[in-house]
């Protein structure tokens, strides 16, 4: 058999090793970051709605964008009532750029009671 003191030891290596990492986190805690914002910063509207240009050259079917950095309202031009843009004369992958259509003053907001 083996040597009692030896086992007694050993056990209370083993008890002491446990309690130390059981209480660690109480006596230094691990810090907490803030996670950083990116990619979420839009909002975009549901469906297809008609966008009338600022300028009053027309009207188009698109998608409204919301800059919640800002407030800036954008319009993204789909020309049909799809959700994405579609150009069936052309094969070429559509692209569409936006225009403004204006803004939310959302700074203002924090003013409020």
């Known amino acids: ?6 086992t007694n030891v050993l056990l209370a290596t083993i008890a002491a090793a446990l ?3 059981a209480v660690r986190p109480y006596v230094e805690p691990n ?3 803030a996670q950083a914002r990116n ?3 839009f909002y975009i509207e549901p469906g297809v709605q008609m966008l009338r ?4 050259r027309g009207q188009v079917f698109g998608k409204v964008v919301v800059d ?9 031009p789909t020309y049909s009532q799809d959700v994405y843009p579609t150009n069936i004369k052309n094969g070429k992958l559509p692209v569409s750029q936006p225009f ?3 803004q939310f003053a959302l700074d203002e907001t924090s003013k409020l009671p």
């Open 1 to 6: 058999m083996s040597n009692p003191l030896t």
């Open 19 to 21: 309690v130390s990492i």
């Open 31 to 33: 810090a907490v970051h």
């Open 39 to 41: 990619g979420g910063d």
């Open 53 to 56: 240009m600022p300028d009053g």
């Open 68 to 76: 919640l950095r800002n407030g800036k309202i954008w319009g993204f």
């Open 100 to 102: 403004a259509l204006g």
